[in-house]
């Protein structure tokens, strides 16, 4: 029993180690209560926590967000000498996570956790604050990219009559012993 205790000592000294730090993968959630075009205030203990912005960018994938004139840094952008373009650095937002951003409570201006209440026949974002509805942000009614033009040709049918107008009749199948007699 004694030397079970010695070699579990031993055993616990040798693993106190300072293991590497292990890269977290994301949470990929599947409701977000964030979306483009919230006003979002940096919690926790980021670097930036305090500051207020709109958020520019969801990363779903990822689970983190880009928020304007939040977590900025120097990118340096290369030039290029045949073209005589000059290198240069520029101010660029960097991702935050998920977790390290809330809601800005409209009342009280201060960052707050939410619940989601139909009201009307339909879901809206309540601030636990006060009680305030948070509406959707007005840039989601835009698309971020634009539906491509589609163009009508002369091949594309005009009349609705005409879609369901049987055109195509298939041949009945030949029988082996048809295509002998014909060679």
Same mark, same amino acid.
């Given at each position: 029993?004694?030397?079970r205790m010695r070699l579990t000592k031993i055993m616990s000294k040798l693993g106190?180690?300072?293991s590497p730090k292990k890269p977290t993968e994301?949470?990929?959630?599947?409701?977000?209560?964030?979306? @483009?075009?919230?006003?979002?205030?940096v919690i926790g203990d980021h670097a930036e926590a305090g500051k207020q912005g709109v958020v520019t960018k969801v990363l779903r994938k990822l689970d983190r967000v880009i928020v304007e004139g939040v977590n900025v840094a120097p990118k340096i952008i290369k030039g290029n000498p045949e073209r005589g373009i000059k290198?240069?650095?520029?101010?660029?937002? @960097?991702?935050i996570p998920y977790s390290m951003v809330n809601l800005v409570d409209p009342v009280t201006n201060k960052p707050?956790?939410?619940?989601?209440k139909?009201?009307?026949?339909?879901?809206?974002r309540?601030?636990?604050?006060?009680?305030?509805?948070?509406?959707?942000?007005?840039?989601?009614?835009?698309r971020r990219r634009p539906h491509s033009n589609i163009v009508c040709s002369v091949s594309?049918?005009?009349?609705?009559?005409?879609?369901?107008e049987i055109t195509y009749v298939p041949q009945p199948p030949k029988d082996e012993d048809s295509d002998r007699m014909e060679e």
């Open positions: 029993m004694a030397t106190r180690g300072r994301p949470l990929h959630l599947r409701k977000w209560d964030i979306v @483009r075009g919230d006003r979002v205030q290198g240069r650095t520029v101010q660029k937002e @960097r991702t707050t956790r939410i619940y989601k139909i009201i009307d026949g339909e879901k809206v309540v601030s636990k604050r006060s009680g305030a509805v948070i509406p959707r942000p007005d840039v989601l009614n835009f594309d049918t005009a009349n609705e009559s005409d879609v369901w």
